[in-house]
């Protein structure tokens, strides 16, 4: 994926819009076989993009408000590996706006249901290893349906930063308020090995040597 820098220089740059995707397991986190025909991903957005309230389109798919604060992105060159947090609001309805309109009984579902739901399928799971996907395209990018009237960037283009892709670790923090996760990327994830290719002389010809 092409990062655009031509873009990014302008003096008047389009903004960077975030957003993201949680994709679920079958067998896993959703019964085997998908019995109920559930979606397995689903898209939203933290609300905070061009003061937008409701869903974002990106790419023909809709992104949908939720209540949830997403933390610890921050790139660094030092330090430990960042671990992200995602804390969702456990008192509204989240997770019917963000996963599809899932309810339990024709009643929509907060977090806590959610997980125990999930947990019956994997138990104790608490979506242990849900892949966490964020999207980071420009407002450039955006679909013309986001926009009322003509599309002030005209067409569409293709501008976006790479996506970065997280699972979740652990569930840090579960209360009648808030249910919060902890991110972990791919190269942090536990009994990864590293590194995934052979070092030799041939490639790496100061392997071996010490001064």
């Known amino acids: 994926m092409t990062i655009p820098f031509t873009e990014l220089n ?10 993201f995707e949680l994709e679920l397991t079958v067998g896993v986190h959703i ?3 998908n019995p109920n025909n559930l979606d397995t991903v689903f898209r939203f957005h ?11 389109r990106f790419n023909n798919n809709d992104y949908q408000r939720v209540a949830v604060k997403m933390e610890g992105f921050e790139d660094t060159s030092s330090g430990t590996i960042k671990r992200p947090t995602m804390t969702f609001s456990n008192r509204l309805p989240t997770v019917a706006y963000a996963l599809g309109g899932i309810t339990k009984d024709s009643v929509a579902m907060n977090m806590t249901t ?39 960037f005209g067409t569409p283009s293709t501008d976006r930063l790479q996506d970065r892709i997280y699972y979740i670790d652990r569930k840090a923090l579960e209360n009648r308020e808030v249910v919060q996760f902890e991110l972990v990327s791919a190269q942090d994830l536990e009994n990864k090995k590293l590194p995934a290719r052979i070092v030799t002389r041939e490639f790496f010809p100061a392997v071996g040597t010490f001064i």
């Not at 933290?46 to 974002?56: D, E, R, S, Y």
């Open 114 to 152: 959610f997980l125990n739901v999930v947990n019956l399928v994997t138990a104790g799971n608490d979506l242990l290893n849900a892949k966490v996907t964020r999207l980071l395209p420009l407002a450039s990018a955006l679909d013309n349906a986001n926009f009322i009237g003509d599309n002030p």
């Open 31 to 33: 019964p085997t076989g």
């Open 10 to 19: 302008k003096i008047n740059p389009s903004s960077i819009i975030e957003l």
């Open 46 to 56: 933290a609300g905070a993009n061009l003061n937008n309230l409701g869903q974002i």
